[in-house]
């Protein structure tokens, strides 16, 4: 738990029912509806959401609370991408998430994404222009859509008019939690 008081804020996650990285949708999660943020998870179905661990190794499973479509997108001020190479593959493809990314992006409120979690915003042409990290194996990915990748554990760039938080792995998981919760902070 943080110091910071998210009582009001909404966070929005999407994600695929199967393969999501365990701790960059659970951590992040939990950590925010710990600091007072209610928090809904969107899956592509009701089905339970079976995270990986390292992309092979089962993790824990975790029920969605909504469905990608279902979600009002201006319900919420921030949206959260985990990664997980499998759900971010499969994330891109869904029509509803594309949506939703584009929504926030074009209302100027944050979205957070982590490893893999970018490639949505590759597939929606939402970094042109912008400075963000990933995985490694996203760097070509990203440079061919316009964007700059960096070796860095978070990026936080404003160009665009919204904000984009990026990180690489679980292992950046605090600094792009703590960078989570100063866009929630100014986020009105």
């Known amino acids: 738990m943080s110091d910071t008081d998210l009582d009001g804020r909404r966070v929005l996650a999407v994600v695929t029912n199967y393969g999501v990285e365990q701790d960059e949708l659970v951590v992040p999660v939990e950590r925010l509806r710990a600091d007072g943020a209610t928090v809904d998870v969107a899956a592509v179905d009701d089905a339970p959401i079976e995270t990986l661990v390292g992309d092979?190794?089962?993790g824990r499973t975790v029920q969605p609370?909504?469905?990608l479509g279902a979600v009002d997108p201006g319900a919420y001020d921030l949206?959260?991408?985990?990664?997980g190479t499998l759900n971010a593959d499969s994330l891109r493809l869904q029509d509803e998430a594309l949506s939703l990314v584009k929504a926030f992006a074009s209302s100027g409120r944050p979205v957070a994404a982590i490893c893999h979690g970018p490639w949505l915003l590759v597939e929606a042409g939402l970094v042109q222009g912008k400075r963000l990290t990933s995985y490694p194996s996203l760097t070509t990915d990203v440079r061919n859509a316009g964007?700059?990748?960096?070796?860095?554990e978070v990026v936080v760039d404003d160009e665009g008019g919204f904000r984009l938080v990026t990180s690489r792995t679980p292992d950046d998981l605090d600094a792009f939690l703590r960078e989570i919760d100063a866009a929630l902070s100014?986020?009105?």
């Open 56 to 58: 092979k190794d089962p």
């Open 65 to 67: 609370t909504t469905t």
């Open 79 to 83: 949206l959260l991408v985990p990664g």
């Open 147 to 152: 964007g700059t990748w960096v070796d860095e």
């Open 186 to 188: 100014v986020t009105v």
